[in-house]
């Protein structure tokens, strides 16, 4: 096992990504973030964009797993869709690389292929976000280091689907039939502790939490729903 991903096996990885019109939507801010992650003793980062992963990288001594965040044609999130972006990120300094390992196009190639692509041409550590188990074999296959269950609910077709609570169903399953050859990460709307908790007790290698950590603006409206309900 690559020790990338041993140094954070069931512990936690913070997401420390803003989008928009957020004031933390910027590399110093997230850093800071990361700092804070650092200080209340998460085992890893993810964050997305060169500048900010930079910035991340100086401010703390944790492994990163970096991103870039695209566009499929139907408007859909692709995460590190170019062979460029894998080349930038592990410059950059990325121990991990995060791409989409769904079947959806990107350069002519789905999810699985673009993997065995890159593992024949770079020398990277590959975390391959899926949506369904057929996915996570696939990628597998085509030589992933690790799967993570990111996308379940946020692919066309699967929009909203389990958008309320962590697809623990599909973390079973790639825990059950992959378990044993590569990490399994547990990502997508896990909000609690318990939640995490609860991951980990299914086999997740680790825990990704970063909207309940890093969007202010996002806790806030939860508890505000819940005091109008």
């Known amino acids: 096992m690559k020790e990338s991903f041993n140094s954070f096996r069931k512990g936690l990885i913070v997401s420390c990504q803003a989008e928009g019109n ?17 200080m209340g003793g998460a085992s ?5 964009g060169l500048q900010k992963i930079r910035a991340i990288l100086n401010a ?21 869709g170019k062979e460029k972006d894998i080349t930038d990120l ?15 196009l990107r350069e002519h190639m789905d999810g699985p292929s673009f ?3 890159i593992k024949s041409n770079h020398q990277v550590n590959l975390l391959a976000d899926v949506s369904t188990l057929e996915e996570g074999l696939a990628c597998l296959d085509a030589g992933a280091d690790a799967v993570a269950t ?34 399994v990460i547990a990502e ?9 908790r609860e ?24 508890y505000k729903d819940a005091i109008k309900a």
């Open 22 to 38: 957020s004031p933390f939507n910027n590399p110093g801010d997230m850093a800071k973030f990361a700092v804070c992650a650092q």
């Open 44 to 48: 890893a980062i993810r964050a997305e």
């Open 60 to 80: 703390v001594s944790l492994p990163l797993i970096g991103l870039i965040k695209s566009s499929f044609p139907d408007g859909s999130v692709l995460i590190t």
């Open 90 to 104: 592990v410059e950059a300094g990325c121990q991990v690389v995060a791409l989409d390992g769904t079947f959806r």
């Open 115 to 117: 993997i065995r692509h």
């Open 150 to 183: 990111t996308l379940s609910g946020y692919t066309p077709g699967h929009q909203g689907a389990q958008r309320n609570m962590p697809d623990f169903k599909l973390l079973k399953k790639l825990v059950d039939h992959l378990g044993e050859q590569i990490p």
């Open 188 to 196: 997508g709307r896990i909000n609690t502790p318990e939640l995490a």
């Open 199 to 222: 991951a980990i007790g299914l086999g997740a290698w680790a825990v990704v939490a970063g909207t309940a950590i890093t969007r202010p603006q996002t806790i806030t409206k939860w």
